[in-house]
């Protein structure tokens, strides 16, 4: 599913007190050319162009945010994202998820750049203090590697086709500007330049405990997990304060990973032996009596581990700093992922899932098909709610392939008996 999100830095909007510098955008324009220069410090890069700032509204940013993913892969797959979420209990069955994600935006996103404007807006109501500067060390971050890599460019023909390695692409994208804010912040905090409450205020996890695991745990992932991986680490603590090698960033960009897979397990990527790409699964559907393909996607090893976990073991975000340090964005049941494909049917109010999965061993299979197993009461009745009472789960395993359907409001045999899945052979 796609859960795209701007290029944005996430803290809590902090009050101006009276004694702070007024934020003017003469004063913005001053602070993006002193940091611009530490950028291209840190990031072994110069800018081409000089990078446009703006200071805007909330109305604004939820007015881009909003545009920004219909660009992406358009209202109709936003409403069928949603479908599929409250389908597998990932949600609350009246949630909106897209709706959910832009109130998530709106209340911490302080300042973000816009790849199609070349331009860097800060949310009002800052000052010219510390958190805007370490904010404009993370965003002229993107405004580089977009002058040099064309984030768009890359970024939405995968969000069109295959979620799972958009998030990846995400990963590479917010990792470069956690690792070079975090390059530029943490010796200027322990010099005293600038406080640690404006560190804490930029915190990227400020303001998650409300929101569903979906979001959250896709979110931080870009940031934390993308910034390890650039490290060459699983380990999300080390990926902050491992400076990342800058042949290695110009490789991740040039050549970007084509799965969360990938990011999770960074071995999969950087070590040639141990080289791991995804398997093209193909969906293949021949529909009849009135139903309709709305959707098909990839969910991918970091979606999958949420899908596999039950409601019950899922637990608000917790922003201690030693629970982010441990933090596991992957479990058990979704390692060892090969490739998969969805597809989302409906017709009329009943809806149709289609999922096909494939492992690198049978035990692998086994294991995943174990844990959607635990979580079958629970989706069954979900289809049910959703179903005014009709709703069903079936779950086939034969050898590396995981099958998963899920219906409600009407019976699944008129759709899954004829949609054929392919996989692509290693």
């Given at each position: 599913m796609?859960?795209?999100?701007?290029?944005?830095?996430?803290?809590?909007?902090p009050?101006?007190?009276?004694?702070?510098?007024?934020?003017?955008?003469a004063?913005?324009?001053?602070?993006?050319?002193?940091?611009?220069?530490d950028?291209?410090?840190?990031r072994?890069?110069e800018?081409?162009?000089p990078?446009?700032?703006e200071?805007?509204?909330?109305?604004?940013?939820?007015?881009?945010?909003e545009?920004?993913?219909?660009?992406a892969?358009?209202?109709?797959a936003?409403?069928?994202?949603?479908?599929?979420?409250?389908?597998?209990?990932l949600?609350?069955?009246?949630?909106?998820?897209?709706?959910?994600?832009?109130?998530?935006?709106?209340d911490?996103?302080?300042?973000?750049?816009?790849?199609?404007?070349?331009?860097?807006?800060?949310?009002?109501?800052?000052?010219?203090?510390?958190?805007l500067?370490?904010i404009?060390?993370?965003?002229l971050?993107?405004a580089?590697?977009d002058?040099?890599?064309d984030?768009?460019?890359?970024?939405?023909?995968?969000?069109?086709e295959?979620?799972?390695?958009?998030?990846?692409?995400?990963a590479?994208?917010?990792?470069?500007?956690?690792?070079?804010m975090?390059?530029w912040?943490?010796?200027?905090?322990?010099k005293?330049?600038?406080s640690?409450?404006?560190?804490?205020?930029?915190?990227?996890t400020?303001?998650l405990?409300?929101a569903?695991e979906?979001?959250?745990?896709?979110?931080?992932h870009?940031y934390?997990?993308?910034?390890?991986?650039?490290?060459r680490t699983?380990n999300?603590?080390?990926?902050?304060v491992s400076?990342?090698?800058?042949?290695d960033?110009e490789?991740a960009?040039r050549?970007?990973?084509?799965s969360?897979?990938q990011?999770l397990?960074?071995?999969k990527?950087?070590?040639?032996?141990?080289?791991?790409?995804?398997r093209?699964?193909?969906?293949?559907?021949?529909?009849?009596?009135?139903?309709e393909?709305?959707?098909?996607?990839t969910?991918?090893e970091?979606a999958?581990s949420?899908?596999?976990t039950?409601?019950?073991?899922?637990k608000?975000?917790?922003?201690?700093?030693?629970?982010?340090a441990?933090?596991?964005?992957?479990?058990?049941?979704?390692a060892?992922?090969?490739g998969?494909?969805?597809?989302l049917?409906?017709?009329?109010?009943?809806r149709?899932?289609?999922?096909?999965?494939?492992?690198?061993?049978?035990?692998?299979?086994?294991?995943?098909?174990?844990?959607m197993?635990?979580?079958?009461?629970?989706?069954e009745?979900?289809?049910?709610?959703?179903?005014?009472?009709?709703?069903?789960?079936r779950?086939d395993?034969?050898?590396?392939?995981?099958?998963?359907?899920l219906?409600?409001g009407?019976?699944?045999?008129?759709v899954v008996?004829r949609?054929?899945?392919?996989?692509?052979?290693?």
């Amino acid at each position: 599913m796609n859960l795209l999100c701007a290029l944005a830095t996430l803290c809590p909007l902090p009050a101006v007190s009276p004694s702070s510098d007024e934020l003017t955008l003469a004063v913005l324009e001053k602070l993006r050319d002193e940091i611009m220069k530490d950028v291209e410090e840190l990031r072994g890069l110069e800018f081409k162009k000089p990078v446009a700032v703006e200071i805007a509204s909330k109305d604004e940013l939820l007015a881009y945010a909003e545009e920004r993913n219909d660009d992406a892969i358009g209202a109709e797959a936003q409403e069928a994202d949603t479908t599929v979420a409250r389908m597998l209990a990932l949600i609350p069955a009246d949630m909106d998820l897209e709706e959910a994600a832009l109130e998530l935006l709106q209340d911490q996103a302080a300042g973000f750049y816009d790849p199609a404007t070349d331009t860097f807006y800060i949310v009002e109501g800052f000052d010219a203090g510390g958190m805007l500067r370490i904010i404009l060390a993370h965003e002229l971050t993107h405004a580089l590697d977009d002058q040099y890599h064309d984030i768009d460019g890359v970024l939405f023909p995968r969000a069109r086709e295959n979620s799972d390695s958009a998030a990846a692409y995400m990963a590479v994208v917010e990792g470069s500007g956690t690792a070079v804010m975090n390059g530029w912040a943490m010796p200027r905090a322990l010099k005293g330049e600038i406080s640690m409450n404006d560190l804490k205020g930029a915190d990227t996890t400020a303001g998650l405990g409300d929101a569903p695991e979906i979001l959250w745990k896709s979110m931080l992932h870009s940031y934390l997990q993308g910034a390890a991986f650039l490290a060459r680490t699983d380990n999300v603590m080390k990926g902050q304060v491992s400076p990342p090698d800058r042949d290695d960033l110009e490789r991740a960009f040039r050549e970007p990973p084509l799965s969360t897979e990938q990011i999770l397990h960074p071995e999969k990527y950087w070590v040639g032996e141990q080289l791991d790409e995804p398997r093209k699964v193909t969906l293949t559907a021949k529909l009849s009596d009135g139903w309709e393909l709305v959707r098909e996607d990839t969910f991918g090893e970091l979606a999958l581990s949420m899908v596999t976990t039950p409601a019950a073991e899922r637990k608000p975000f917790d922003p201690s700093p030693m629970a982010v340090a441990t933090m596991r964005f992957g479990n058990d049941a979704a390692a060892g992922w090969g490739g998969d494909r969805f597809a989302l049917f409906e017709r009329g109010d009943a809806r149709v899932l289609f999922l096909e999965t494939v492992w690198d061993s049978e035990d692998e299979a086994v294991e995943f098909e174990e844990a959607m197993e635990e979580r079958r009461t629970e989706l069954e009745a979900r289809a049910r709610e959703l179903g005014n009472g009709v709703g069903s789960m079936r779950l086939d395993i034969a050898g590396d392939r995981v099958t998963l359907v899920l219906a409600y409001g009407a019976r699944d045999d008129g759709v899954v008996t004829r949609v054929v899945a392919a996989v692509e052979e290693r």
